[in-house]
């Protein structure tokens, strides 16, 4: 029985979906940032959810070439122009206060307060998203036409934050399965209030967990609930005895905010994950497309030291909306129908992963007779359908070396259909499973 | 000399036209199935026009996973309405019954005889052609429109047919070569009067046969005129011993019907006769497809434990035109030029896999002065002709390794220019053939 | 520092383009062909430019399957009509005459003259470019329309040329690098007054050897100036044990005359100087086609007995525009803007075989910390521009195997990018250069 036949009914998609709509509401409101409250409160609120354990990592632990930083705490930040009027407060907007910030105070002239300031002239309405995680520095996003009316200044500069040692936390959730191969989903904590990238990830990787635990399978599954890169690392350098046994992977992110979904292949390439998602996600008219050393987790993963067989499901990726990184990418942006759909495929290719097998055929000699063991329609002369199909390519090419993927690839059918067409013509006798696991296989 | 140059002078083409069409006429009216006298009838008829060995198998003997049903044969079947008007006589159109009809007479309702009835609805005034081989039952086809307008019955069944313990017979033909091994040339002779499917795959290969017949080449040619599915398999059932020896084999049927040709690939889809068909067929605007496990008998000879390299020649294939197993695949439905179009263009693929060699190059220090042996034009700073350029190939290419056929596609010449090239740089003494047998060195 | 940094600068490209035209201008009006003292002059000519070594062979020589013909002096040629009009005279244009011809004196009726007479129907004003190198006999090249126009005879004919023993001259000229391994730049020198085919080459072949001697590299660079087909074959009749050196080689010529950069592959298509042009060539919007044995030199260099790999940069190319191989290709058929361009790109192409390299990724786990090394920029949130990305898939690709300009195309960045950033990663400490040649490595 297959994830999808038992997550995807009706009532238990309809609940889902109000899961997922609620927990983003519940989290876009709070500063997270690499560390600090927003990301504790985070995981707090995932651990509602799911059995999560969180992890406390201290800073200036060492984390392969990375340091883990100072914990960083906003206390409250606020630019006001002469006249008293609030440009900008971390109160009203998360997006408002550049990340990591540095504290400061003081009153300057436009120019000496112009290198703080980013907005966004193309958007004049929206407030961009700025990092300054490894300089020390400080800084103000605010809509552009706010900044253009703002007068010649004098400003008064409030940015209440402290940078002390602390602690970076992420969070774990492992399910085990019957095998101690993992399946890997990563998803990043670290964003403020933006809603596609990255509340989607983590509702949806929520929802996969929830899921998968209520029935465990085949795979041992792991849940990375990590700020980005340095949160990715460090679960990473806790696990060197581990990270080996993770077979496949996929980073989730971006899952709403329009376009059909969009596979980012392994660095490699040609990973089972790969197959899967692509068989997958072009059936849902979605696109694949190679890796690049930028955007997501899926960096460090596929790092050439770690070597993780890690993909990563958006829809329209990073950088290519204009949304991206700005405060227009709120609760708006992203639609239920959007998260059950990646959720659905997520689950077809886990199904995939967990389902891929390779026979042998018992009856090579020519077809068997189906239509004695009732496999076949008792009147000649007409096209066969699916179902048939699926069987005599299963028949056709159980050669003992190619699995039930590469059969559907090949015959243009959708993987349920041949895994559905093994089964019976196992139960037949006509097909014999081998040991070979294709899944682990593909790194011998 | 090629079977080419040997086959398809115009007084030879016409001949050989008139007899395809001749052989056509005699057999469509015979009501051919699995067994019976219909195949009977038409392996006599095959026998007098070359020398066909008929092999005779006794029903229940075990062939694989099948069995050879009983022998069918019928003696008549008719369907009337209330008022005596008969709807439906074996006598007037062999599709009208079911193929393998068991016996039966009755009066029966509408509603009891519906279930027994196919029509067309989308072709009111086409019969259908279905059969009933291996689930004991009994049914008539007929046009829609007469079924529309039969009334309200009742209707006098009669079905007069045995279905005893006799034989299954298929046909044979050897034509020896130089070498034991063979190409495989099969045609189903199961159908009853349809044409395009399947009386073209056997009066083409009547023709091919009596071609080779005057000059036998390299290989020994085999042809098998065998019922569908179990007719070849029982032919492979004879030949425990010997299937091994196909190097390639075509399965031949609907070969008119109209479209340009369409070569079928072997499951392999990377066999010798796969790459001759893909030269020959392209080069006429014709196209190749990949192997599916739907269609003739290329579905038996390709099954895992056989795993012959037969591919298939066809037009428009089964299922893709609205005549198929339709009283409209009648005589006017096929044409004399496609006929003789898929002769040529056959010979010409076994033209290919007789004449493909590797040869290696005598003279590889620059290219040789083609000049002093008369092989070059005089006058210099032109372009040069296809006979040049086939020459020059030639010795560019002939390594050791790379066979004609291969340096014919990457020069994109026919294979008869090269072939013709390295005869005349071989006579020069700048070519010499190795022993490397192409066609035969693929499965080493 | 590569090549194109120190060749391309403003004042060394200007004298460049002025010297290239002053060479074709000097060298248009000589009546070159295989042997004589046009091809003497002509190498004369590059020696005053660079060291050229003039190498003379004897005729009768023995070359491969060739051997070195009879000196060719051409000392006058004239064709005179009826009434005394001169028709063809060598002293007005080199093409009027048959390359090769034998001497002759006589009157001719216009039946006898005419199996002698060359023109170009459809281009009735040019004079077309014919030769005799192997066949004993004369002719006269004219345009059309004066042919037409020349009555009936009778006409007086004086073809004053020499044929005798003497010697087949070539030019070499080598710029030894630090390695022994040879990059081979070919030109032919045998075309009498035509500037694309084949003045282009030859000048551009001057200024690269002006360019490379200033600044030696890496490889050894071999230049050779020799008679299309017999000369190039007189020259590796010279190198027997030297040949194996060329790793990459290059044919020029016909680099004007319009159109796009078309770079041809090598015979085997799959060399380092093949990847290194496609990389080149289609980023400048030119094409790159697959090997054929018809054009130029490269045909003897690819030759299955040598092997080598030389691949060949034109325009459009020969027998593709109607003006080649006729009086229109002239000093007006070529651009300096054409020269300058594929200068620079063939410079681009050497920088890429001496620049590629394979590296190890020295900190593997994860990306690097490029921020705290300067290299990264310090606001983050923003997409990443091409140094970065350049640095960041060359630590994703760094395994040890894979070279750089595998690494930009796979990152479709220009290799002179992916270069910097290796330079940069490699003085960071962060990527180690491997001992692995890769242009050299290719046949292992």
């Known amino acids: ?28 409101p709070w500063c997270r940032s690499l560390t600090g409250p927003g990301v504790r409160d985070t995981l707090d609120a995932i651990a509602t959810e799911v059995p999560l354990e969180v992890v406390a990592t201290p800073s ?4 392969f070439d990375w340091v883990v930083p100072n914990e960083w705490t906003p206390r409250g930040a606020r630019l006001t122009d002469a006249s008293g009027n609030v440009l900008a407060d971390l109160a009203d907007h998360t997006l408002h206060l550049v990340s990591y910030s540095v504290p400061f105070e003081g009153r300057l002239t436009r120019d000496e307060l112009a290198p703080h300031v980013h907005t966004l002239p193309e958007h004049p ?19 552009h036409e706010r900044w253009e009316a703002a007068g010649d200044g004098p400003f008064d500069v409030v940015v209440d934050t402290r940078l002390e040692p602390g602690h970076l ?53 792991r849940f990375v609930f990590a700020p ?12 060197r005895d581990g990270w080996h ?16 979904l969009v596979y980012k292949r392994t660095r490699r390439g040609d990973r089972p994950v790969d197959a899967a998602a692509w068989h997958v996600v072009r059936r849902r008219g979605g696109t694949v497309r190679d890796y690049s050393p930028w955007g997501y987790d899926e960096r460090q993963y596929n790092a050439l030291g770690f070597d993780l067989s890690v993909g990563r499901l958006t829809r329209t990726p990073h950088g290519e909306y204009p949304e991206y990184h700005t405060s227009a990418d709120n609760l708006g942006f992203v639609t239920d129908d959007e998260l059950a ?18 026979y042998a055929n018992m009856s090579p000699f020519g077809e068997p007779q189906l239509g004695k063991r009732g496999l076949y329609p008792s009147v000649g002369g007409k096209a066969a359908g699916d179902a ?33 067409a093994a089964d019976q013509l196992a139960a037949a006798g006509l097909l014999r499973e081998l040991d070979t696991t294709l899944g682990a296989g593909s790194d011998g």
Do not use: K, Q
């Open 1 to 28: 029985v297959s994830i999808a036949a038992e997550s995807t009914g009706l009532p238990l998609a309809e609940a889902r979906r109000r899961r997922m709509r609620e927990l983003m509401e519940l989290l876009y």
């Open 60 to 63: 200036g632990t060492d984390v």
């Open 125 to 143: 309405t929206w407030i961009p998203y700025r990092t300054s995680y490894y300089n020390a520095d400080w800084g103000f996003c605010l809509p």
């Open 169 to 221: 936390v992420h969070g774990e959730l492992v399910i085990p399965g019957r095998s101690e191969e993992e399946v890997l989903v990563s998803a990043h904590v670290c964003h403020p209030s933006l809603v596609n990238d990255n509340l989607t990830g983590i509702v949806v990787a929520v929802e996969l967990a929830r899921a998968l635990a209520a029935a465990p399978r085949r795979y041992t599954y």
């Open 228 to 239: 980005g890169t340095i949160g990715s690392l460090v679960w990473l350098s806790h696990h």
């Open 245 to 260: 046994r993770v077979r496949h992977g996929l980073v989730l992110t971006g899952l709403g905010g329009g376009g059909p």
């Open 341 to 358: 759909e990646a959720f659905d495929a997520l689950v077809e290719v886990l199904d995939v992963l967990e389902g891929d097998a390779v």
């Open 388 to 420: 048939v199909m699926a069987m005599l390519w299963s028949m056709a090419l159980s050669d003992g070396d190619t699995g039930l993927l590469a059969i559907a690839e090949r015959a243009d059918l959708p993987f349920a259909a041949v895994r559905h």
